[in-house]
């Protein structure tokens, strides 16, 4: 039981390029979420799914796309990468009943 | 609106207590609760819910105060392992599914 997963760990990106960011749960969670967090700074939602076809804005949505592939697994996608979406990118998941949001990793993207 | 921690940092020594304040100038229906350790992801906490429900993991406590939109979280007896930096984020009516994030309080215990 792996929890929530995310690739990649880190990444580099230059001023315009895209890239997609991957997360899989395997709690069988229906609710997904992707934040953003800048250094010394709170989380700020970007996108969230409350069940698999449905997708939200958040706070931050701008410059941002995302995809419920299926239940598992929640991608964010940048298009067009700028200097100020570097940032760390934490995906969570949350089940029906719960109200306790878990965590993955995080992805450290730095954009030059 | 982003809810407002305070303080924005504290030192302690192991064995002192501290308080965390968390405030909103928007009703709340949920505050949750949660700690993050240095390049580590955040870790659920606990979770007050409008009408004095409470859930959560560890000896910790917390306090909701509907009225003022006020939260404020109670670290007792304070262990090494306590040091991070606190969020509290505020849901809406449908508690847990959207929430709104604190700029967090970081908290150093010192043996």
């Known amino acids: 039981n792996a929890g929530v997963t995310q690739t990649p760990k880190f990444q580099v990106l230059k001023t315009g390029q895209s890239m997609t960011l991957q997360c899989a749960q395997d709690m069988n969670h229906n609710s997904m979420y992707w934040y953003r967090q800048d250094p010394g700074m709170g989380l700020r939602l970007i996108y969230y799914?409350?069940?698999?076809?449905?997708?939200d804005k958040g706070e931050v949505p701008n410059g941002y796309n995302v995809s419920r592939l299926n239940k598992r697994e929640f991608s964010l996608r940048l298009e067009s990468a700028a200097p100020s979406q570097t940032s760390v990118y934490f995906c969570?998941?949350?089940?029906?009943?719960?109200?306790?949001?878990?965590f993955g990793p995080g992805t450290r993207l730095t954009v030059t | 609106q982003q809810p407002v921690q305070s303080p924005q940092a504290v030192i302690l020594r192991e064995g002192e207590d501290a308080v965390i304040n968390c405030s909103s100038s928007?009703?709340?229906?949920?505050v949750h609760w949660y700690r993050q350790k240095h390049g580590e992801a955040p870790v659920f906490l606990m979770i007050?819910?409008?009408?004095?429900e409470q859930k959560g993991h560890e000896k910790i406590s917390a306090s909701f105060n509907e009225k003022k939109q006020q939260s404020s979280l109670y670290l007792t007896a304070s262990q090494l392992s306590y040091s991070g930096t606190y969020f509290c984020g505020t849901g809406g009516n449908n508690a847990g599914n959207m929430l709104t994030f604190g700029g967090g309080t970081r908290l150093m215990v010192k043996p």
């Open positions: 969570a998941s949350r089940g029906r009943q719960g109200y306790e949001q878990y």
């Open positions: 007050l819910l409008k009408g004095g």
């Open positions: 799914s409350a069940s698999e076809g449905t997708t």
């Open positions: 928007k009703a709340l229906y949920s």
